[in-house]
């Protein structure tokens, strides 16, 4: 975990405490509960946690709040609290740190690092009572929140909102804000069957049964109190792709300033100086009120930009369609999917963009309610649901026919058997999560009989067999993997449960191969964790397949150790199985040198046995006992923490050292940070040595530093002229400076 992610984990501890003690329930939500089901803990990149409440428990966490039953510098903001509080949702905040995000610039409200608690409000399931509820609620933030937009997300409120505005600037806040709380937050928890979640962003309703009774979860090393039925949580919030792992541009973050150390009131005072708050707080509440006043010329603007690129990409697939002479029809008929999907692919990309048709968030909400269809024409159309239905784009096709609908397009026969078949694969995937196996696969079998080639559902088929873990189910298993892989060869998915099949055969090695393929063509992380689990119980089983003689003839070997150990979270038995297998495999010198350098990054080089694996090494290369003394000698230093010590020894003798002492100097003064100095030494053995091995050493050094560098100069993480600094520290000395400063430079051009 992040030093950030710590600190929100002791959050929720302290939360779960509370809770617990006192009865009341909550439930990890969104992002965090992704993070408990795929992680077992935080996202990765993840900065903030979510949890959820229903109103009942929210009112009892207010209470406790209010008689002094938290933990020191912890506040609760929220509006029923505070009513300067700008948000709708409340925090559990941590006063002595600081988390003060760009729109809380120009506040004076508490800044400190938080926990989000989101309110589930009781709600009819009646489409006007909640569209209210939607309108009331886009109002009520905008009133409390003078920052950010919220009514000109769903096109409403005009007159509204500068009624109440007029009434809060002539002292009737309270007024204002009690009626809409009462029109909101007064629906009784019996007489409803749905949730609101009490978020600005967009009008999330849920069936309460979703929630129910909370349930445990191992969450880091903490149980944690999550929705009685997670998964389907999840598909309603997320989709069905909920356990991919998104692409990097596609993972959320905040924009804030943090500091662990000092309290928000300490940091805001060094930079409010800089900040006029009053201006800016007017500023945003003068362009609230003329973006709402202009609405319609916002959204016009915007519906015809749109407009514009939906001409263009209809136009540029008509042309890619007629140049290809391609039958639609035909592909259709010859169960082509993979093929519709490639040549359709602009089109799908954009008809299906958050801009085009919209997202359940802050960012897609307006365009969510105002989606806009792009039209290819019937055939083409159904051609597009069909393919998409029948492979893993199944998730995104409900949305795109509900664009569809909302158009004014008629439903064909085959359009509404897609949208049957999307739905039924939805439902049955929350089945499956619910472990109604037997359900599960009489209807997927059902359904294979008239869709043989459906993706999702040979998946679903698949994964309840083997769910089920009966000896009995091994031969379907081969059967229904044999096809569903001649069918989808590249599925990352399917070939894990391949390689789950060959493990519960007992064919470990195959089944390990069959997992780091599935590494390569999936992103999903629920099967990745699976994977991380068996790895990480079966350790002494897995080490045994993988060490037989004769048994890994890969080429890609390392890849494939680098895969255990990372799955196998770096187990000490992993690592030394890693660099057993790879000291067995190298031949030259060079190969040598690279895995002895690599081996001493590795977490377990401070272990006997890798000291007696690096000493094998030394005596295939015939290094002298002098040498390897003096290996010997700076490892212990590295050991017992005294490089300073051994580098102070070294130089007080610097004119009788070898050449390995020098390079052995070198590696002392980095790890000291003294860059220069290393280098320098680095540099003597490269000019004056030639010992074949020493030089390799120095030029896997120097390759994999000029690599770093690269990436340094791609990212533009650094200023230039840094960079330049650290390639003269590094190689001014050397006579091919000018060529190594050419080589890194021209990576970022």
Not at 109 to 136: R, S
Not at 495 to 502: N, P, R, S
């Amino acid at each position: 975990m992040t030093e950030l992610q710590n600190n929100i984990y002791k959050y929720l501890k302290e939360i779960d405490e509370i809770c617990r003690k006192h009865g009341i329930e909550y439930y990890l939500a969104g992002g965090t509960l992704i993070g408990a089901i795929r992680h077992e803990g935080f996202l990765p990149w993840d900065d903030d946690a979510d949890i959820l409440m229903t109103r009942d428990n929210w009112e009892k966490f207010l209470r406790l709040y209010k008689e002094g039953a938290f933990p020191e510098n912890r506040v609760l903001e929220a509006t029923e609290i505070n009513v300067k509080y700008p948000n709708v949702i409340g925090r559990y905040m941590d006063t002595s740190k600081t988390a003060i995000h760009g729109a809380q610039l120009a506040d004076d409200e508490p800044a400190g690092m938080i926990v989000d608690v989101l309110t589930l409000d009781p709600i009819p399931a009646d489409a006007a009572l909640q569209q209210q509820y939607l309108e009331d609620l886009a109002l009520y933030s905008d009133l409390v929140n003078p920052k950010d937009q919220y009514s000109i997300r769903y096109g409403k409120n005009v007159k509204r909102y500068k009624i109440c505005r007029f009434l809060m600037k002539v002292g009737m806040t309270d007024a204002v804000l009690k009626y809409l709380r009462k029109r909101m937050f007064s629906y009784k928890e019996e007489d409803c069957e749905y949730y609101a979640l009490r978020w600005a962003g967009c009008g999330l309703f849920s069936r309460k049964e979703i929630y129910g009774k909370p349930k445990d979860i191992r969450f880091v090393d903490t149980d944690m109190m999550i929705p009685s039925c997670p998964e389907e949580y999840l598909i309603w919030h997320f989709g069905l792709d909920w356990e991919l792992v998104p692409p990097h541009d596609e993972r959320m973050s905040h924009n804030a300033i943090y500091d662990m150390n000092e309290g928000y009131k300490t940091v805001r005072g060094r930079i409010e100086k800089y900040i006029d708050g009053e201006r800016l707080r007017n500023a945003a509440l003068t362009r609230k009120e003329l973006r709402m006043k202009y609405m319609d010329n916002i959204h016009m603007r915007a519906d015809k930009t749109i407009a514009l690129s939906k001409t263009m990409v209809v136009a540029e697939q008509k042309e890619l369609l007629a140049r290809q002479k391609v039958d639609v029809r035909e592909l259709v008929e010859q169960r082509q999917y993979a093929t519709i999907l490639e040549i359709f692919e602009p089109y799908i990309t954009f008809a299906t963009s958050r801009p085009v048709i919209g997202r359940q968030d802050f960012s897609g909400a307006f365009r969510y309610y105002r989606p806009i269809f792009t039209d290819i024409g019937t055939e083409n159309f159904e051609a597009v649901i069909t393919a998409m239905t029948h492979t893993e784009s199944v998730s995104r096709v409900a949305r795109f026919l509900e664009v569809f609908r909302l158009s004014g397009g008629t439903m064909t026969p085959c359009l509404q058997e897609m949208d049957d078949l999307a739905e039924e694969i939805k439902v049955l995937s929350e089945r499956f999560w619910a472990a109604e196996y037997d359900q599960v696969r009489s209807r997927v079998e059902e359904l294979l009989e008239k869709y043989p080639e459906n993706q999702s559902l040979l998946r679903l088929e698949i994964k309840t067999l083997l769910r089920q873990e009966e000896e009995d189910n091994n031969l379907l298993l081969h059967k229904w993997i044999r096809k569903a892989r001649s069918l989808y060869p590249e599925d990352g998915e399917l070939e894990k449960y391949e390689g789950d099949l060959a493990v519960r055969e007992g064919n470990i090695l195959q089944g390990l191969l069959l997992y780091y393929g599935s590494s390569e063509h999936s992103i999903n992380g629920v099967i990745a964790l699976d994977i991380r689990r068996y790895l990480r119980n079966h350790i002494q089983e897995t080490v045994k397949a993988v060490e037989v003689p004769g048994a890994l003839e890969l080429k890609d070997l390392e890849g494939f150790l680098d895969y255990i150990c990372e799955r196998g979270e770096e187990h000490p038995k992993y690592v030394a199985l890693k660099y057993r297998l790879l000291e067995k495999k190298a031949q030259t010198t060079e190969e040598y040198a690279a895995l002895n350098l690599k081996m001493e990054e590795a977490s377990w080089s401070l272990t006997e046995e890798f000291e007696a694996l690096r000493e094998n090494g030394f005596v295939k290369l015939a290094m002298s006992k002098e040498d390897q003394n003096a290996r010997h000698e700076y490892k212990k230093a590295q050991r017992q923490g005294t490089l300073q010590e051994y580098a102070d020894s070294c130089q007080q003798r610097y004119d009788e050292l070898s050449y390995t002492e020098h390079k052995l100097l070198g590696d002392a003064f980095v790890q000291l940070h003294l860059i220069d100095k290393g280098y320098a030494e680095y540099h003597k053995v490269k000019n004056e040595s030639e010992d074949a091995y020493l030089q390799a050493e120095i030029r896997y050094v120097f390759d994999q530093e000029i690599q770093k560098m690269k990436m340094d100069f791609e990212s533009g993480r650094y200023p230039e002229a840094v960079l330049i600094h650290g390639l003269k520290k590094r190689f001014g000395q050397s006579k091919d400076y000018e060529n190594i400063i050419s080589q890194v430079t021209s990576a970022a051009e």
